[in-house]
């Protein structure tokens, strides 16, 4: 699948008008990250504010999906339409832009990439870059219609349910001392530990210099889940890296993927009940 697309393509691009550039880049970021490139943005871009518009409001766990019609007029607001060629990116490469393509992805919008590199590869290419960014109402509503694919999606009580039944092999991003609970959490009070029967892939591992690793890399990173033969959920904190991995996984033609939404800081908030034969 064809999940991304090169600077210099998007730079040959840049004027077509077919063709929205999103600025998803986060305000802050729980993994330690670091954003060398405050205040820059791709020209054209429309700056996407992934917490304060396309997230549930007042949710009990972050990043929590919206609903249709939130999304949906979220993403008219920025002008975006049916036919709208979407490219996504953020200033810290490969982190939060996923988040936004697997979302746009899941609401049926098939034409839709990532900026592979994201901004950092962009200016270090040597590409025009601006510090304005365009208020949401300098834009013509646009006609977007959802197709949402709920299945894209799962909740507490599938995976709770999965133990059992084993239906998906659920991949988790969290770096590997949180996944073995011997590293804290980064948010406060919340314990570390993994879904029982889950595996671990942390996200930095299927990135290099903050692009996408190439396919045959890719392919040994899945190699587990391939042989597993079976649908792949992915989860991380809460709900943002996962869709990191689950691009890699597309890129390499793995499909019909879903992202635990709630992820850790839900399944651990719940101390669920494991499901006993």
């Known amino acids: 699948m064809n999940t ?4 210099e393509w998007l730079n040959e691009h840049l004027n077509d008008s077919n063709i929205i550039i999103l600025d998803a880049s986060p305000k802050s970021n729980v993994s330690g990250l670091e954003n060398q490139l405050e205040n820059l943005q791709i020209p054209n871009a429309r700056y996407l504010d992934l917490a304060q518009d396309f997230s549930l409001p007042n949710a009990e766990f972050p990043n929590t999906f919206p609903t249709v019609a939130q ?22 490469g490969i982190y939060s832009s996923p988040r936004v393509w697997w979302m746009f992805q899941t609401m ?7 900026l592979d590199g994201g901004l950092p590869e962009w200016v270090a290419k040597g590409y025009e870059t601006t ?13 977007f219609k959802a197709n ?3 299945q894209q999606v799962k909740d507490f009580t599938f995976m709770e349910s999965n133990i059992l039944s084993n239906e998906c092999l659920v991949i988790d991003a969290r770096s590997t001392g949180r996944f073995n609970g011997t590293a804290p959490e980064p948010r406060a009070g919340l314990r570390s530990g993994a879904i029982p029967n889950s595996i671990n892939l942390p996200f930095q591992e299927v990135l290099h210099e903050g692009k996408l690793k190439n396919p045959s890399e890719l392919q040994n990173l899945f190699q587990p889940a391939t042989t597993a033969q079976k649908p792949l959920v992915f989860t991380c904190g809460s709900g943002l890296t996962a869709c990191i991995i689950l ?5 390499i033609g793995i499909e019909n993927s879903a992202v635990y939404d709630g992820s850790w800081t839900e399944w651990a908030t719940k101390k669920p009940t494991y499901p006993t034969q």
Do not use: R, W
Request: glycine share 6%; charged share 15%; with cysteine.
């Open 131 to 143: 510090t304005s960014i365009p208020a949401t109402n300098e834009f013509k509503n646009g006609n």
């Open 71 to 92: 999304f949906e007029k979220a993403a008219q607001q920025l002008g975006i339409n049916s036919n709208s060629i979407l490219v996504i990116y953020d200033n810290l």
């Open 247 to 251: 691009l890699a996984a597309a890129h």
């Open 148 to 150: 949402f694919k709920e």
């Open 108 to 114: 049926g919008h098939q034409q839709t990439f990532v």
């Open 4 to 7: 991304t697309v090169t600077c």
